[in-house]
């Protein structure tokens, strides 16, 4: 009798805390069992933040295309692990786990700041409770590398054999110093006279360059491909495997940084080591900060004789003056006056005294 009679107690507990309807919470249970604990709810994945917000948060290009693959790559770890919170234990797992797959510092900043930003957008929205600590990583300056002479040629010979059309785009780049999206969502209206203004940028800021000739060229020859920029009709997904056969195909498939954003540090270089000064290369390059641009300037060091010359300059024109002017309050210090005696003190009484005798006559 015992183990089919109501526990009224238990049932009506478990009803008032909403866990369960009340026909599921009067239940015949043995006295002083407590029921089954109802399944833990799990947090929103983020496939479903990412379908919901991505229009909203990211406008549509490669940076985008980069950012679904971090965030995708995030949840099927997420899968793996069981882990249906987001909390600092989640993102310390999430560093830990990028390390061991050799990425760096700046890598893993930026997958983190895709997944923030996503989360963020959630937390507003009230679909997540609390957002976890995001705290950037320091990261180191690492090895800029920049296509010689002899490069360049090799790599727009070969791309040209293949697509005319990316060749010129990659003229236009080394030219330039944009990036790669920032060149596709060119339109021709914003090309006026020797000037291109790219409107879509990674800051959000526009910024104008003055043209090359070599870049003039190529967006001339880019007309006969049609579309409303000069670029516009190439798909970035098609440019990079072109891209990348190219660099198959010249044996530097083993340089992890022949990659087409290699075109922007070939452009900041070249300004550098021909005498630009930090500040105008920031500019046309469109760094938020100098510090982004002070990457380049181990390459000025050649400039540092202009200091030599300056120096040797203003010490020939002192050298000069050395004969003619007076010595300085301490050189006259360091040689001692001679000591006067008392005739001389009397003498100097005298002559002052003079005057004053004068003026009474």
Known sequence: MAKNTLDFKNAIGVYNSGKYPLEVAFVFTPLGHQPPTPPRSTAIDLVSLWRQHAGVLWESGPHKDSCRAFIFEIHDFMVLQNIATYDDILIDKLVDRFRSRGNRNSTINRKLSALYRLLRKANRSGQIPRLPTYVRLRERNSRVRFLTAAEEAWMFHTIAQHNPHHELLCRFLVDTG?????????????????TATFWITKS???????????????????????????????????????????????????????????????????????????RRVQSFLGHQTIQMTLRYAHLATDDLDQCAVALDAINSTTGTRASTTKPSPRQAKSKPAPKKTRENRQAERRKAAQPLQNNTA
Request: hydrophobic share 40%.
């Open 178 to 194: 944009a990036r790669v999206g920032e060149a596709l969502a060119l339109k021709w209206n914003d090309i006026q006279g020797n």
């Open 204 to 278: 959000g800021k526009s910024r104008s360059v003055p043209l090359t000739i070599r870049a003039a060229q190529a967006l001339s020859s880019a007309r006969r491909f049609g579309g409303i920029g000069p670029f516009s009709t190439i798909s970035y997904p098609n440019f990079k495997y072109n891209w990348n056969r190219a660099r198959k195909l010249n044996n530097f498939d083993n340089d992890p940084h022949m990659v087409p954003h290699i075109l922007r540090h070939t452009c900041a270089s070249r300004l550098v080591q021909a005498g630009i000064d930090l």
